[in-house]
């Protein structure tokens, strides 16, 4: 072989030309596997049914060993983030473990941004990378990358493997840590050396000693929380996407109608709750409904249920819910305390914890309690009737891109999964759709990753094949990962977007419009002329459409719907001047919420 | 300035360092064992506290850089930190001087327990007396005297 042959990467660490199908050169008994073996064979035992990877040099076996497993579905990506993202899609549609593979070096730095992004929303993947020979590891090799040392603050934990006999325990281990407790992305990095060499497949699971979850709250936190939620007048459970993780949103129900205390639910908990509920107030935050804002910052107890008091909910600290006292429900015990003084912790899985309030409530109820929390519902259904979410449709006949987003969601119904990118869209996606089910609202809520949407949706797609899957993405975002679309046609992966192209780089241009005196730098796209997003639709072999007028919208939602043998992108030509409303505007108070642009509501006396 | 040269010009000359730390002889407010009191130049501002961990880790490589990668990231800056073998091979000790208030160290301490290979925390009384004999240990080789100085250019 010459070099033009072969990559240098193939023969980075001095390996002789391999076999077909003997795994790095490695002659296999009957018995005994090699590392790469092993690691595929502990995968399937595990009941890993998809893995989205991109292969390279220091993988090479591990990809040999995967072309022989047909319990293993190798998705072969067209970037590393797609893969990392697609595995968090995969994962968050579904609560399994998300698989995402890359080789050493670029591979492997490629994957920290979804990494990053699972670390911040609590989502379980496992990535899985080859390193060079551990032989040649710390002399700047051929693809060297210290991924293990990258990663350390993306992660829950990350591993590096160089002894063969290692591999089958860490990657169950990693599979353990990362859906167990607080759930999150869990790194593998393994030397090629390791991968090619004979492996003792005998230990099973790594000792980790300092790995022990929480997961049932003390009994006296439970009944101090309770006698608060009785003395409270004005109380609200704050949901989060704990309790989505936690598979809790029976149990979030039930303790709200028993209580009949108002709820409000965060970005990444939607449809944890339902939307459509009387109790609902809306979602808090930055680009929350007035109601959810009042509801959380008026309250005299805030019961947290898996939220994290993000500064995006909060607004300026020193001026959040004065009023209020805490209790923080979080399966992590440094959140409980971490953003604001906590009265009560409740330490443990959000399930459990929500069924020990449920028992506790009623238990004194049954003993006669009876808390009047009458007169604080009505005024928070007040503020819910007084300032619902809206939008004004643009004077000069453009399309609103709300109006593309509402019609989207009440066409495809209530079983259709949304992923949504970063940016207007998406917070016009969490106001204009109605969630009233877990896991059909997928987003990049903590990181705010441009480039979620496309690859998140396709790993829905893949774990919920009957389900219709929307990825709601901006003309910005789409940019960052759209080479995923080869993906999905190339793999039968049909997943339809909707591109809300409003020729900028929105979110960032409305702030430069309230804030910096309509000086648009570096905001501007020129998405309406390049690219055209229908013909490079068509390039990567997927249906592509376009829609600019109001009156088409529901025709060309309905067009897209009925393809289901190809992806779709639909080019949704929307008016730039739009904004997100309401707002509290970053680092201001949540009593200074805009409902409209300099539109202020009456919270009503205290 | 337009640059005809492809190189860029010569470096300025390093200033001669304010007198200040122009001393040749050591700074006079190190510690003592006698005066405790007078512990360095860190110990005149005034702090919050000064806490000290005793952590129980894995002896696995990259583990002191997991620790401090934390200390990093929750923005806590490290005052001292020593690391060494306990009689089990597979577990190591770190101590770790910080200078927090007490409630912002349980924030770090709850971070650090998280941490996978994290066995064990202890909070030492009297970090006080830790961190003298720390700097007694660590105040041995070159002084920094003019370094900060020279560096700033
Ligand atoms: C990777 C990344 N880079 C930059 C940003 C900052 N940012 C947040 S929203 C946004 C604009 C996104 O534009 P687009 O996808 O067109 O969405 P729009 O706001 O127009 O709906 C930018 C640049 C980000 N969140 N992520
Ligand atoms: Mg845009």
Redesign the interface.
């Known amino acids: 072989m010459t070099a033009t042959h072969v990559s240098s990467e193939s023969i980075a660490d001095g390996a002789t030309t391999v076999a077909p199908g003997t795994t790095g050169g490695v002659v296999v008994g009957a018995d005994r596997r090699t590392g790469a073996q092993a690691l595929v064979g502990t995968l399937e035992r595990l009941g890993v049914e998809h893995i989205f990877g991109l292969p390279g040099g220091a993988v090479l076996p591990l990809y040999d060993a995967l072309y022989s497993s047909d319990r293993i579905r190798h998705i072969l990506v067209r970037h590393e983030q797609g893969g990392g993202h697609a595995a968090q899609g995969y994962a968050a549609a579904t609560g399994r473990v998300g698989v995402c593979m890359a080789t050493s070096g670029p591979g492997a730095t490629n994957l920290v941004t979804p990494l990053a992004d699972a670390n911040m929303d609590s989502v379980p993947i496992v990535a899985i990378t080859g390193n060079v020979a551990s032989t040649a590891m710390g002399s700047d090799a051929f693809q060297e990358a210290d991924i293990?040392?990258i990663s350390?603050?993306v992660t829950?934990?990350s591993f590096?493997v160089t002894n063969p006999d290692e591999i089958a325990a860490t990657i169950a281990s990693a599979f353990h840590?990362a859906a167990t407790g607080r759930p999150g992305p869990v790194l593998v990095d393994v030397t090629k050396d390791a991968l090619t060499a004979l492996a003792d497949e005998s230990l099973l699971q790594l000792p980790?000693?300092?790995?022990r979850p929480h997961s049932t709250p003390a009994p006296q936190a439970v009944r101090d929380a309770v006698e608060l939620m009785m003395k409270a007048r004005r109380p609200v459970l704050y949901v989060g996407g704990g309790c989505l993780r936690a598979n809790a949103s029976e149990e979030v129900l039930r303790l709200a109608e028993l209580t009949g205390i108002p709820v409000v639910t965060t970005l990444m908990a939607r449809g944890v709750f339902p939307d459509s509920h009387p109790q609902h107030m809306g979602m808090p935050g930055m680009h929350g409904s007035v109601a959810g804002v009042a509801t959380l910052q008026k309250s005299d107890l805030i019961i947290s249920l898996g939220a994290r008091f993000d500064d995006r909910v909060t607004g300026a600290k020193h001026t959040f819910a004065p009023g209020a006292t805490i209790i923080h429900a979080d399966i992590?015990?440094?959140e409980?305390?971490?953003n604001f003084p906590t009265e009560v912790g409740l330490v443990g899985d959000a399930r459990d914890t929500i069924r020990q309030l449920v028992l506790e409530w009623t238990h004194r109820t049954a003993a006669g309690a009876m808390p009047d929390y009458d007169a604080w519902v009505e005024r928070c259904l007040g503020w819910k009737r007084r300032y619902p979410l809206g939008y004004e449709t643009p004077s000069d006949g453009a399309l609103a891109p709300q109006l593309v987003i509402e019609r989207l969601g009440k066409i495809s119904g209530p079983d259709t999964v949304f992923a949504a990118g970063v940016g207007q869209h998406q917070m016009w996606a969490s106001q204009f759709i109605t969630y009233d089910r877990p896991r059909h609202w997928l987003n990049s809520g903590g990181l705010g990753t441009m480039g979620y949407a496309v690859p998140a949706a396709m790993g829905a797609k893949v774990a919920l094949p009957d389900t219709t899957v929307w990825a709601i993405d901006g003309d910005g975002c789409f940019q960052m990962t759209n080479q995923e679309l080869a993906t999905c046609s190339v793999e039968g992966i049909p997943i339809k977007v909707a591109i809300i192209n409003n020729a900028a780089l929105g979110m960032v241009r409305q702030w430069q419009a309230l804030f910096y005196a309509e000086r648009f730098s570096a905001s501007q796209l020129p998405s309406m002329q390049i690219p055209d997003f229908a013909t490079l639709a068509q390039a990567y072999g997927c249906v592509g459409l376009r829609c600019d007028r109001p009156e088409d919208v529901d025709r060309t939602i309905e067009a897209a719907m009925e393809v289901d043998d190809q992806p779709v992108v639909v080019d949704f030509r929307v008016s730039k001047d739009a904004m997100v409303w309401p707002m509290v505007p970053a680092g201001t108070s949540n009593d200074d919420i805009q409902h409209a642009r300099d539109v202020r509501p009456e919270y009503g006396e205290d | 300035m337009t640059l005809l040269s492809p190189y860029p010009p010569p470096a300025p000359e390093v200033p001669t360092p304010p007198t200040a730390y122009r001393s040749s002889t050591r700074p006079t407010t190190r510690p003592t064992a006698a005066d405790p009191a007078q512990r360095g130049t860190t110990m005149t501002t005034p702090s919050p506290g000064r806490q000290a961990l005793s952590v129980l880790?894995?002896n696995n490589?990259?583990v002191l850089?997991?620790v401090s990668?934390?200390f990093?990231?929750r923005n806590f800056n490290i005052d001292h930190l020593v690391v060494g073998p306990t009689e089990d091979s597979k577990v190591s000790r770190m101590t770790i001087v910080v200078n927090v208030s007490a409630e912002q160290l349980?924030?770090v301490t709850?971070?650090l327990?998280?941490?996978?290979?994290?066995?064990?925390i202890e909070e030492l009384a009297d970090a006080d007396a830790i961190r003298t004999r720390l700097w007694a240990i660590n105040d041995n080789g070159p002084r920094p005297v003019g370094a900060m100085a020279a560096a700033a250019f």
Do not use: N, T, W, Y
């Open positions: 293990r040392s350390m603050p829950k934990h590096l840590l980790m000693p300092g790995f992590d015990p440094a409980i305390g971490k | 880790v894995e490589p990259g850089a997991r990668v934390l990093a990231r349980h924030k709850s971070q327990d998280k941490l996978v290979e994290v066995i064990h």
